[in-house]
Every structure is written in C-alpha cells, then in structure tokens.
C-alpha cells in the first residue's frame, strides 16, 4: 500500500531538497514529478529550471493541481514514488485559477464552499493514494509561523492553507520539516 511522506518548512528552508534526497536515499525506480505551480513569470521559470536540474535526469513529470488521480493513475500501480511539489501551489491555483472571485468582498459561505472543493480534491488523492502501490512524498510551506496577511485573499489562503497542511500531515505515515537546511522528524 502506499506511503505518504511530508516535508514541510518556510520559504528557501530546504524542505524540496530534503524530499528529493528522501526519494534518492530510497532508490525508488519509477520516479515522477507531479508540478502543481504555473509558472507565469521569469522568476517562477527559474526556479522550475533549478528544480529539474536538482533533480536529474530520469524523472516523469506531470504538471496540473486538479484531478490529479486521473493524472497519476496510469502510474499508480506501479512501484514507484511521486513528488508532489508543492502543497502550497496547487492550493493557491485550486482558489484563483477559473474562478472569479472578488476575495475583498467574498462571502464566508463562499469561502467555505472553496475550501470544502479543495479538501476534497486532496482528501481524495490521498485516499487513492493510500490503496496504490505507489509512494507519494509531498512538500508544502509552513505559512501559520509569520506575519498575519493585511489582506483579505491573503488571509484566506493561510488559512485554507494551513488546513490542508494539518490534512497532509494526519495523513502522512512520515512528516519532517525544514529548518535553515536541517531536518526534524515530526511523525
């Protein structure tokens, strides 16, 4: 059955390195990169860029944040691990992407239906997940350790995110998290 492990930390803590040399460490044959972020700017690119020569060579990568166990299915019964990149991109894309939301004026019931829609796209993954054959390692920012946002969406998304965050971890039969390029065992 499949293993779900989660990496966690801040911005530039080291946590995508730490998952890469997890899966490394464990030898997996079948390695695939589920990429959840677009990458819309020059900065974004760079950091894909980076990503894909930090890892290697011999990778499969799938990109999107939605519908993720149509993508990963015909890979999922085989022996293998995916990465899947972060957490965090793919929530922020389930709340903007096709949306129209004025997140000034939104409603908390609205609000609710968005989370509701993203836990249940995650909670299913990682239900399918669990009955495959395949591991998943999983990465995702630490955003409940700064500043509270001055701005309505940006509230929102701590929040949404710090609850898929709690998710991924219940579900985790392993989580680590990041700090200044060290690791802590949390489960």
Known sequence: MGRIVYFTGGARSGKSLQAEKYIFDKEYTQKIYLATSIPFDDEMKARVKKHKEQ?????????????????????????????????????????????????????????DRIELEIKDEIESFFEYVKNQKIDVVVVSNELGMGVVPAYPLGRYFRDICGRMNQIAGTYA????MAVSGLQLKLK
Do not use: F, H, Q
Not at 64 to 80: C, Q, T, V, W
Not at 173 to 176: G, H, L, R, T, V
């Open 55 to 111: 890892r290697g060579e011999n990778w499969i990568t799938i990109e999107g944040y939605s519908n993720l166990i149509e993508k990963i299915s015909p890979y999922a019964e085989r022996d293998g691990v995916i990465l899947l990149d972060c957490l965090t991109n793919m929530v922020t894309n389930l709340m903007i992407m096709d949306r129209e939301c004025d997140w000034d004026n939104i409603s908390t019931d609205e609000v």
């Open 173 to 176: 039969d392993e989580a680590y």
